[in-house]
C-alpha cells in the first residue's frame, strides 16, 4: 500500500485552483496590456480588480458556488475576466457556442442550468426569441449594450459595465476543493444532440502547465513564451480557446482579443499590437491569406499553431512563403484539448524545404504527461513504422472524465481505460504521430482503407484548386468510392475539369504515394463547402449534399 502523507501540519495541502494563474503575472508583470479591438486597453492589476468586481457582481445576482454562468460573446477582455472570476467563485464557466442552431444553443444553456446569462448585443434577439425555453434562467447581463437594447429577459435590464462600476473589488474567493467542476461546454460535429463535458479546476490547471512544457521549452520550432504578444483565432467559445488564454495570463504576456473575426481587423491587430503568437483552425488561416488586406500586410514571424483539422502542406507552403511561422497541433473537445504538437528538430531545418514543410504539417509529439497510444481493434498497440493504422487512444490527467448524464457514451469513450478520440493514425520509430483520418471518415473501398484527408492534401497542391474535401460514398462493387468536392480559385473557376484533377493525382499514383484505386472517379465543382459551427468542413452535411446519407439538423 502507498504511504500517505497525511499528518497534521506536515503537508502542503494548496489546491490546484484558477485563481493561481493570476499570481506569477501579477507579481512579475503588473502592467503588461490586455487589449481588445480598439475598444479597452488596461494592465494585469486592473484585470484582477475586474475579476473581483464581476464576481461581486455576480453574486449580488444570486450566483453562488456550484451555479452554472453561461456566456455568449465573441473573443473580448470581458470573456477572459470571466474565465477567471466564474470559477474563482467556484461557479461553472458555461461557453456557449455561438454557431449552433437557435434551438441547439436553447438546448444547451438548459441541460447546463444556466442561472445567468452575460450576452453580447448580437445575440440579444436571439435571446428575446428564446425566452420561452429557459425558465432557469433568472438574468441577462448585456455585455456591450447597444442603447436600443432591451432586457432579453422580464424584470430589470443589467449592463455589464454599470454592475463592474458600483461593486466592490474585494470579493472574498474562497479555496475550495480543486475536483470542483469549472467549466463545461458542448461538443459539436458528432451526430445527433451535442453533448456536455466538463473540466475541473485541477484539470484545467494541468493542462496548463502542459501546454506550457509543450510550446515553451522545445528547442527548434513551435513556441509561446514570454516576450510573445498573444491573439486568440480560435473562438473563446470553443474548448475555452484551447486553453491559451490561461497559458497566456499564465505567462504574463500582452493579450489581444479582436471580437468577431473579421479578416480585416484580425489582421489590423496583427500588425497594430504586434501580435506574434496565434491559433487557428486551417479555414481561418486560409481566410487570412485570402483577404486583399493580407498582401499589404507585414506577416513574417507571426507564430501560428494550426489544429482542429489537419494542417495541408500547401496551406503551410502559401503561409510560410508569407513569412507566417505554421505548425500543426492536435486534440479534442473531450481532451481539454490539447494532445499532441508537431517539433522541429536542428536536422530538418539545415535540409531541404519539403522535409521541413512535412515535418511542420505533422500531427507531433505528443504533451508532456500525455500518454498515447495507436492501437487495433484488440487494443494492441500497432507498430512503430509510420505506416500501420490504428485508433488514436490518450490518457492524461485533464482529459474529460466522460459525457454528463450519458453514462452510455461516456462507457464507449472510456473502453479499455484509455479516452478513444475515434481517429486513425499511424505512428513512427521516434513517436511522431500523424493522423490520417477519423474513423467515420474514412474511406474503405475494395476491403483497403484510403485517408480523406491525403487525398484532400494532394488534391489541394493543385495551384487552381482553391478549397477541397473528400467523401466515402456507398458503391455497390467496392463498399464505398471517394468523391471529391472542389471549390477552384476565382481566376479559374471555368477552366478547372475532373479530368485535370484526375492527371494531377495520377502523378501520385506513379510516386507510390497513393494506389490506383484512390483517385475519385467523381468530383464535383462547387461554390462553398459546407462547414461545422467552428469551421470545419462538415463532411455529414457534404455527404447529404452529394445525396447519401441522412440528413440531420445542422450543427
Ligand atoms: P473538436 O472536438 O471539435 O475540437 O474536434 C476534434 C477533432 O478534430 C479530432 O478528433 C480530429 O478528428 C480533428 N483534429 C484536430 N486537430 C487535428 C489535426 N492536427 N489533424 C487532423 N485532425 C485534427
Given at each position: 500500500m502507498v504511504r500517505m502523507l497525511n499528518e497534521p501540519g506536515t503537508q502542503n495541502s494548496e489546491p490546484l485552483l484558477i485563481a493561481s494563474l493570476l499570481r506569477t503575472p501579477l507579481a512579475t508583470a503588473p502592467h503588461q496590456q490586455i487589449v481588445y479591438r480598439d475598444v479597452a486597453r488596461y494592465d494585469y492589476l486592473t484585470l484582477k480588480t475586474r475579476i473581483g468586481k464581476l464576481a461581486r457582481a455576480l453574486a449580488d445576482l444570486g450566483i453562488a458556488e456550484g451555479d452554472t454562468v453561461a456566456v455568449m460573446d465573441w473573443d473580448s477582455h470581458r470573456y477572459l475576466e470571466c474565465y477567471f472570476a466564474?470559477?474563482?467563485?467556484?461557479?461553472?464557466?458555461?461557453?456557449?457556442?455561438?454557431?449552433?442552431?437557435?434551438?441547439?444553443?436553447?438546448?444547451?444553456?438548459?441541460?447546463?442550468?444556466?442561472?445567468?446569462?452575460?450576452?453580447?448585443?448580437?445575440?440579444?434577439?436571439?435571446?428575446?426569441?428564446?425566452?420561452?425555453?429557459?425558465?432557469?434562467?433568472?438574468?441577462?447581463?448585456?455585455?456591450?449594450?447597444?442603447?436600443?437594447?432591451?432586457?432579453?429577459?422580464?424584470?430589470?435590464?443589467?449592463?455589464y459595465e454599470t454592475l463592474l462600476a458600483v461593486a466592490d473589488a474585494d470579493f472574498d474567493f474562497k479555496?475550495?476543493?480543486?475536483?470542483?467542476?469549472?467549466?463545461?461546454?458542448?461538443?459539436?460535429?458528432?451526430?445527433?444532440?451535442?453533448?456536455?463535458?466538463?473540466?475541473?479546476?485541477?484539470?484545467?490547471?494541468?493542462?496548463?502547465?502542459?501546454?506550457?512544457?509543450?510550446?515553451?521549452?522545445?528547442?527548434?520550432?513551435?513556441?509561446?513564451?514570454?516576450?510573445?504578444?498573444?491573439?486568440?483565432?480560435?473562438?473563446?467559445?470553443?474548448?475555452?480557446?484551447?486553453?491559451?488564454?490561461?497559458v497566456a495570463t499564465l505567462l504574463g504576456v500582452k493579450q489581444v482579443y479582436p471580437g468577431r473575426y473579421?479578416?480585416?481587423?484580425?489582421?489590423?491587430?496583427?500588425?497594430?499590437?504586434?501580435?506574434?503568437?496565434?491559433?487557428?483552425?486551417?479555414?481561418?488561416?486560409?481566410?487570412?491569406?485570402?483577404?486583399?488586406?493580407?498582401?499589404?500586410?507585414?506577416?513574417?514571424?507571426?507564430?501560428?499553431?494550426?489544429?482542429?483539422?489537419a494542417l495541408g502542406e500547401s496551406l503551410a507552403r502559401a503561409a510560410l512563403a508569407r513569412g507566417i511561422d505554421v505548425f500543426a497541433a492536435y486534440?479534442?473537445?473531450?481532451?481539454?484539448?490539447?494532445?499532441?504538437?508537431?517539433?522541429?528538430?536542428?536536422?530538418d531545418q539545415a535540409t531541404d524545404g519539403a522535409a521541413e514543410i512535412t515535418r511542420r504539417c505533422r500531427t507531433g509529439l505528443p504533451a508532456p504527461l500525455v500518454d498515447l497510444r495507436i492501437v487495433d481493434a484488440e487494443m494492441q498497440d500497432v507498430p512503430h513504422d509510420g505506416e500501420t493504422m490504428g485508433e488514436l487512444v490518450v490518457r492524461a490527467p485533464w482529459l474529460t472524465g466522460g459525457y454528463v448524464d450519458d453514462p452510455i457514451a461516456t462507457a464507449e469513450l472510456w473502453q479499455g481505460g484509455y479516452l478513444h478520440t475515434r481517429d486513425i493514425a499511424t505512428i513512427d520509430e521516434q513517436g511522431v504521430v500523424q493522423i490520417r483520418d477519423r474513423l467515420k471518415d474514412v474511406i474503405k473501398t475494395g476491403g483497403e482503407w484510403i485517408s480523406s484527408l491525403l487525398l484532400e492534401d494532394l488534391l489541394g497542391r493543385h495551384a487552381d484548386v482553391g478549397e477541397v474535401a473528400v467523401v466515402g460514398i456507398a458503391d455497390e462493387r467496392w463498399g464505398e468510392r471517394p468523391v471529391a468536392v472542389v471549390v477552384p480559385r476565382a481566376?479559374?473557376?471555368?477552366?478547372?475539369?475532373?479530368?485535370?484533377?484526375?492527371?494531377?493525382?495520377?502523378?501520385?499514383?506513379?510516386?507510390?504515394?497513393?494506389?490506383?484505386?484512390?483517385?475519385?472517379?467523381?468530383?464535383?465543382?462547387?461554390?462553398?463547402?459546407?462547414?461545422?459551427?467552428?469551421?470545419?468542413?462538415?463532411?455529414?452535411?457534404?455527404?447529404?449534399?452529394?445525396?447519401?446519407?441522412?440528413?440531420?439538423?445542422?450543427?
Open positions: 466564474i470559477p474563482m467563485m467556484g461557479a461553472v464557466l458555461m461557453t456557449v457556442n455561438l454557431r449552433l442552431a437557435p434551438a441547439q444553443i436553447a438546448y444547451t444553456l438548459q441541460q447546463s442550468k444556466a442561472r445567468v446569462l452575460l450576452v453580447h448585443h448580437d445575440f440579444v434577439p436571439l435571446l428575446r426569441a428564446l425566452r420561452a425555453q429557459l425558465p432557469l434562467v433568472t438574468h441577462a447581463v448585456l455585455l456591450e449594450p447597444d442603447t436600443t437594447d432591451e432586457c432579453p429577459f422580464h424584470g430589470e435590464r443589467f449592463d479555496e475550495f476543493d480543486e475536483r470542483a467542476v469549472a467549466t463545461t461546454f458542448f461538443t459539436t460535429g458528432t451526430t445527433g444532440l451535442p453533448k456536455a463535458v466538463c473540466f475541473t479546476h485541477r484539470q484545467i490547471m494541468i493542462h496548463t502547465l502542459a501546454v506550457l512544457g509543450a510550446l515553451a521549452s522545445p528547442q527548434h520550432g513551435q513556441s509561446f513564451r514570454q516576450g510573445d504578444v498573444y491573439m486568440p483565432m480560435t473562438p473563446m467559445f470553443h474548448v475555452h480557446a484551447w486553453g491559451l488564454p490561461y473579421e479578416p480585416t481587423r484580425l489582421l489590423a491587430l496583427r500588425e497594430r499590437e504586434g501580435v506574434s503568437y496565434s491559433h487557428c483552425v486551417p479555414t481561418i488561416l486560409q481566410m487570412l491569406l485570402d483577404a486583399p488586406e493580407s498582401a499589404t500586410t507585414d506577416l513574417r514571424g507571426w507564430k501560428i499553431t494550426v489544429g482542429g483539422a486534440g479534442m473537445s473531450e481532451t481539454c484539448p490539447f494532445l499532441t504538437a508537431t517539433r522541429l528538430t536542428g536536422d481566376a479559374t473557376v471555368n477552366l478547372l475539369d475532373a479530368e485535370t484533377l484526375r492527371l494531377h493525382l495520377a502523378a501520385f499514383v506513379q510516386s507510390g504515394q497513393i494506389p490506383k484505386y484512390a483517385v475519385p472517379e467523381r468530383i464535383e465543382f462547387v461554390e462553398t463547402i459546407p462547414k461545422t459551427s467552428v469551421g470545419k468542413i462538415d463532411k455529414k452535411h457534404l455527404r447529404v449534399m452529394l445525396g447519401a446519407g441522412v440528413p440531420e439538423p445542422p450543427n
